[in-house]
């Protein structure tokens, strides 16, 4: 685990205004003191993401929430049953909430979170602020599950990268609305749907896009996009194409191979799919994927596969940007 000399330099950073990028459970952060405008305003430059998109909002407790945003009954529920965890929870901004208008892109809700990382939990206490953190990649690409993707990418914006190996759930947080009642599903993550519903008791409603996707404002169609071109649903797979395998009944290949969970297990498999994406990646320069069942986890695996699908402008090799 990071020790204390490590968080005491990430902690010195972000009261400085300077960018952290520190482990949760689910994928690495990058971290900002979320009630510096100017902090805030650096991982926007940083990522070069939209303004438009609302960042998550990190605390170390629910006390801690609480200062930030109304719960009402339904999201007091939720918090108490679900955190800490890979649950980010959007709720009306609190009276006098501290955090930058930036980082909520004006709206008048919040996406707030408590990891159960115990080193996200010992940054945050030991701030003692609430953290913006995005997923620590450029906009538009794989999230990192590991250090090494995050110095890939962002090696010269961050003052201190807090390596914890392997992220363990491997999704981004499920972000539950609780501003309609029920409350709504924006993004499937590292929270089953069936998980939250049975702890709601009643199904949740689904937020949704123009195309009939479960949508948080600002996801963008092909975000997790790696360079390669993903071919989604392969019953085969071609001579020229790596394959990103799920289960038992793998289609015979002599070419770059992953499987993401031999015995399919959609929680094993969440948990390798950007590691073995950003690997894929590097070895070839198209991806066919098998079919992935939609439960448990496979709605939000399925749901990032869809947008590392969707279609890119190409250059003129045929390459994507
Ligand atoms: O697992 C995670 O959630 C990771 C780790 C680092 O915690 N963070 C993450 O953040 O995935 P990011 O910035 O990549 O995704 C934030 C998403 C935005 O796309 C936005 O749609 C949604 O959270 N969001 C944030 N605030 C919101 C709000 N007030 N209303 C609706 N959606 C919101
Ligand atoms: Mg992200």
Redo the contacts with the bound molecule.
Sequence with gaps: MANNPDIDRAVSALAAGELVAFP?E????LGADATSDEAVARIFAAKGRPQI????V?VADVEDARKLGEFNETANFLADALWPG?L?L?VPKSRGCPVSLLA??G?D???I?V?SHPVARHLLRAFGKPVA????NISGKL?PTRAEHVAEQLSDKVSVILDEGGTEVGL??T?I?CLTDPPSL??P??LSREAIEQVLGKPLQEGIDDQGRPL????LHNHYAPGALVRLEAGDVRPDEALLAFGADVPEHSGPIRNLSPSGDTVEAAANLFAFLHELDGEADRIAVMPIPNEGLGEAINDRLRRAAAPRALDANGKTA
Aim: glycine content about 14%; proline content about 13%; cysteine-free.
């Design positions: 949760t689910t994928v690495y952060g998109n609302p960042l998550i990190h890979p980010t959007v909520s892109a709206l809700s919040i996406g979170r990891p953190a995005p997923s620590a999230s981004e947080s972000i609305s924006l993004r993550g590292g948080a404002p600002g996801q």
